[in-house]
């Protein structure tokens, strides 16, 4: 299986974190509910968290604070052919408005704790409890 190196990012604001609804147009889990995600190109894990929240919500870094990096691990993803090489970050976002691009139908803040409330991609709660700790669910 071909292994693919992705960021996975979270923006946090006000006890909430920010969820999108993947489009019909994008590659793989359309209609599911994720963090903002992408491939790490030729960049850092942390520069290609800012390009594709920069890419998906308009969101600029001077709009970000980093408030963890987690740990980097792999999912198995027969259905896709691929092994997922996750690199997750959370951010606590200073602004106000998100503009989403043709990768999501929607957006929603959520408590963290309302996130079995959602058809999500493979591992989003596990990702997203990784990053915060029980203060801010």
Request: proline share 2%; glycine share 6%; net charge negative.
């Amino acid at each position: 299986m071909n292994r693919k190196n992705i960021v996975t990012s979270f923006l946090f604001k006000d006890g909430k974190v920010l969820l999108l609804k993947r489009s019909n147009k994008v590659g793989s889990f359309r209609g599911k509910w994720a963090g903002i995600s992408g491939y790490i190109e030729n960049e850092t894990s942390l520069e290609a968290a800012l390009r594709e929240i920069k890419e998906e919500t308009g969101v600029q870094s001077n709009q970000l604070k980093l408030l963890k990096k987690g740990t980097p691990f792999d999912i198995n993803d027969p259905l896709n052919g691929c092994i997922w090489s996750i690199n997750s970050f959370l951010f606590l976002f200073d602004g106000s408005e998100i503009q989403i691009d043709w990768e999501h139908d929607e957006y929603e803040w959520i408590n963290p704790s309302e996130i079995d409330n959602y058809e999500t991609v493979t591992n989003l709660k596990k990702t997203l409890f990784d990053l915060i700790d029980s203060s801010l669910r």
